[in-house]
């Protein structure tokens, strides 16, 4: 296994360890008094970028740790209803990032960004003591949009905005990190470019806020901040990369990727890439990394991925009935309780067989 794929492992192995770093930074409260030897044990056998960050920076290490985690969830939401579903709490997770499908470059991208989003947002949180809000006066002045009545009234950057130049360094310093010598083949290539689509996809869309100072609202003054799209945004977005994703192979040179088949145009940074197609994710298979959808819940009357024929394969399905309990005929009674009976309720699931 190439390194680059060992420390991306080593945080997907983390995140799986119930007694980690990460339960411990939610019981305590704060990334500054946890203990940061666990996540960096894991990672101290590999050289370079994470090694020196764990040993200067644990608590930037537990805000990357918490944004891989959200970043896989983030995944399994947008993942929920297909075959592959994200789950990483499997033996056949691990094969799936060791693998260039589309899947693989989806994980990637959502989590490099899930880093540079919560390290951002720590920061905005003055969470960190490296970082803070951003306070640059260089941006380039907001657009007056739609509805945002700009023209004509004065404004100034001020405000708290989201410093995302120092979440996504973070982030490529983290994710990124490269065997120390050696070729670059294709596998580390197409990880790279994932990686930085999914930071590009925080860092370049960034919104502008606006807030109005002035007596009774008359806005004689705006501040205005950059802020961050949020999470489900950002994976909304990959959801799209993903699937319009280009398959490449490795140029000449070694260095560059070029796209598979005639008159496609070259990937944008933008654009999730894969080099290898991915296994129907139908039936159970350790070598593809494929859980198999036996099981799972589908749609009966939805056509889309989520509906029985195609999350099924075509084996079918049979129905469950459920019954849930539930609080129902509230009544409220003065003064101040509310009291429900309890009401059972039948529903109908479908299961791929
Ligand atoms: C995802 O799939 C696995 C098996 O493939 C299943 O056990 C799990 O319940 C699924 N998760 C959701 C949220 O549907
Ligand atoms: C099932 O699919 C139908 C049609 O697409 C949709 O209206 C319905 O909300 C879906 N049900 C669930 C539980 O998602």
Not at 194 to 206: F, I, P, S, T
Not at 304 to 333: A, I, K, M, P
Request: aromatic fraction near 8%; proline fraction near 4%; charged fraction near 25%.
């Amino acid at each position: 296994m190439e390194s680059l794929s060992r420390v991306q492992l080593a945080l997907f192995l983390f995140l799986l360890c119930p007694a980690n770093i990460i339960s411990l930074w939610w019981a305590v409260g704060s990334p500054l008094v946890m203990d940061p030897n666990s996540i960096c044990r894991k990672t101290k056998r590999l050289a370079g970028k994470q090694a020196q960050l764990c040993q200067t920076e644990p608590e930037i290490v537990s805000e990357v740790a918490k944004g891989a985690r959200l970043g896989v969830r983030e995944c399994q939401f947008q993942f929920r209803n297909r075959r592959w579903n994200c789950t990483i709490h499997n033996k056949y997770f691990r094969k799936i990032l060791q693998q260039d499908i589309r899947e693989t470059a989806f994980v990637y991208a959502i989590t490099s960004a899930g880093v540079t989003h919560t390290v951002t947002q720590a920061c905005s949180m003055g969470e960190l003591l490296q970082c803070g809000c951003d306070r640059s006066r260089n941006h380039s002045p907001p657009l007056p949009g739609v509805g945002t009545r700009m023209e004509g009234t004065a404004w100034e950057w001020g405000g708290c905005g989201d410093d995302v130049d120092f979440g996504y360094e973070k982030s490529k310093q983290f994710m990124d990190a490269r065997r120390k010598k050696g070729k670059s083949d294709i596998r580390t290539l197409v990880d790279l470019h994932n990686n930085e689509a999914g930071r590009l996809a925080v860092k370049n869309y960034m919104r502008t806020e606006c807030k109005c100072h002035g007596l009774s609202g008359s806005c004689t003054l705006r501040t205005c901040w950059k802020k961050m799209p949020n999470l489900r945004e950002v994976g909304t977005r990959l959801l799209d990369r993903f699937n319009g994703a280009f398959k490449v192979m490795g140029g000449n040179n070694g260095k560059s990727l070029i796209p598979v088949g005639q008159n496609i145009k070259p990937p944008d940074k933008h654009d999730l890439v894969y080099s290898a197609n991915s296994p129907d994710f139908c039936l159970p298979n350790r070598k593809t990394g494929s859980p198999g959808t036996r099981g799972r819940t589908c749609n009966s009357t939805a056509l889309d991925v989520s509906g029985c024929d195609l999350l099924c394969c075509g084996r079918g399905y049979r129905e469950q009935t459920v019954v849930v309990e539930e609080n129902c005929l509230c009544r409220f009674h003065w003064c101040c309780v509310v009291q429900c009976k309890k009401c059972t309720i039948r529903s109908q699931l479908s299961l791929c067989l």
